[in-house]
């Protein structure tokens, strides 16, 4: 069942001093297009997004990525084939270049150039200042420096929730070419539009539990899918 | 006069912490106590380590009580360090560490290169004034590694995200910690002879020893904290960034100090 999954959550458990953040969650994440986690704050969204990247870890249960449990992976490894952006834009101190070298230390001037393209920032921004960006630029750029390293999975934390709407826009239509192009991608948001106008897939979380999900039904009745 | 001061002498100083009680009572600050004891505590303390000095300092005592005595010193700063820094995890054994690899190191210099002769008259006093001085800047290193890694959690939670390591995810934020801790001793070490006279060469000149000599023993011991310094803040913030992170390469929660 878990074998051809992306990820796979098993009766998982995170119990923070006694604060279960996620409670016999179990669910699985399909292998293409755009996930999206929906569900109200402090539901254990953003606790399921880390796990799938080992930046916390289960209490109890198991979680599978492409049906190897995360524990008995290289974390260094699987972070570097699951990339994540956080919900705040966190640039580095330093220039746009420096914050993508970071990222990957061998990159060349092209490859970062087509990072930023990849995310509507132009080329030509690798020598600003990248605390001075906006907020929406700012994310793009995080978004960018994720996308440089390649990654086979992305994730994203509620990234439009701190940016304005044009800005939201473009990151949208910018992952769902990524998408498009095969990058598997799980988007946590608390937007019933949002989930609407990106997410092929659903996962809906409450109270630490996954409590529904499957395709999403848009216009056409015979998909089956769940409705917004 | 030779600048030796006796118990007369002794006594009527006592009318300078009349004078700083006496400030307090006038401004109503409430800390006539603390500086009555205080003083008390300081005039006590004083006098039992000028005890033990003496009998350290006896012909005939080994050398090794010397060491005994650095030792305890160590073991008794790490202990003060982690009551200053309640909020760093696991403090106290880390100091210590650091204390011993900085004492090896500064005190090896000195020593072993025969900068000063290895009697109990100067490598008790020499491990005081190192370890002392450097007591400061381990609790100022390791507070402020803490509160880098906590305050930008997500910064540090993004690079390691990238498929960084711990140790490379802290790198920019130990530096800062390192920065803030060595500076201050720069600044004194600047500011040395211009600013102000340092405690070893004032006393050495008001024991009557000629100011050239006191100057070269002052610049001996500066740089021997300096190199202190460097050495202890070092270890402590390698070995906390061991600490703070796990060994899957999480950062574990930290704790805000509340003092």
């Known amino acids: 069942m878990s074998g051809g999954a992306l990820f796979a959550f098993e009766d998982v458990v995170v119990d923070r001093d006694g604060v279960l953040a996620l409670n016999g969650f179990t669910a699985v994440v399909p292998n293409t297009g755009i996930t999206a986690v929906f569900g109200p704050s402090g539901s254990g969204k953003s606790t399921m997004l880390r796990l799938c990247d080992r930046l916390e870890v289960a209490t109890a249960g198991r979680v599978l990525y492409r049906g190897l449990d995360v524990t008995e992976l290289d974390p260094l490894q699987l972070r570097r084939q699951v990339g994540m952006c956080m919900q705040r834009p966190t640039p580095f101190p330093g220039t746009v270049a420096d914050n993508l070298l970071v990222a990957d230390p061998q990159a060349d001037e092209s490859k970062m150039q087509e990072a930023l393209e990849q995310v509507s920032l132009q080329g030509s921004w690798l020598d600003r200042d990248a605390t001075a960006l906006s907020g929406g630029e700012a994310q793009r750029m995080c978004l960018a420096r994720t996308l440089i390293t390649q990654p086979d999975v992305l994730l994203l934390d509620e990234p439009t929730s701190a940016v304005d709407v044009t800005a939201a826009r473009t990151i949208e239509s910018a992952v769902r070419e990524l998408a498009d192009a095969s990058l598997a991608v799980l988007w946590v948001s608390h937007d019933p539009a949002q989930v609407h106008r990106i997410a092929d897939h659903i996962l809906e979380v409450d109270h630490g539990r996954c409590v529904g999900g499957g395709p999403i039904m848009r216009d056409d009745p015979r998909s089956g899918g769940v409705g917004l | ?259």
Do not use: C
Request: charged share 15%.
């Open chain 2, 1 to 259: 006069m030779t600048g030796v001061v006796g118990w007369g002498g002794l006594a009527t100083s006592l009318a300078l912490v009349v004078v700083a009680a006496g400030v307090s009572l006038w401004q109503r600050l409430g800390l006539e106590r603390q500086i009555l004891w205080a003083s008390a505590r300081a005039l006590v303390q004083l006098l039992l380590v000028g005890g033990l000095l003496a009998l350290l300092l006896a012909p005939n005592t080994s050398l090794w009580w010397s060491w005994a005595w650095i030792a305890v010193m160590i073991a008794y700063s790490g202990d003060v360090v982690r009551r200053r820094a309640p909020e760093v995890p696991r403090l106290g054994p880390l100091a210590v560490a650091a204390f011993a690899a900085a004492a090896l190191i500064t005190l090896g210099v000195v020593f072993g290169l025969r900068i000063f002769p290895l009697q109990a008259r100067t490598v008790v006093p020499i491990a005081g004034m190192m370890i002392g001085n450097s007591m400061t800047a381990t609790v100022l290193v390791a507070r402020r590694l803490v509160d880098e890694l906590r305050d930008k959690r997500d910064e540090v939670e993004a690079r390691l995200a990238l498929g960084q390591s711990s140790r490379q995810a802290a790198t920019p934020y130990v530096r800062v910690a390192l920065r803030s801790a060595v500076t201050p001793q720069i600044e004194t070490t600047k500011a040395t002879g211009l600013v102000f006279l340092p405690g070893a060469m004032t006393g050495l000149i008001l024991a009557g020893v000629a100011p050239v000599q006191a100057v070269l023993v002052q610049a001996v011991v500066m740089f021997l904290i300096l190199a202190a310094v460097a050495t202890t803040t070092v270890v402590v913030v390698l070995g906390l960034v061991r600490r703070l992170f796990t060994a899957d390469h999480r950062l574990t929660t930290l704790s805000r100090h509340t003092g």
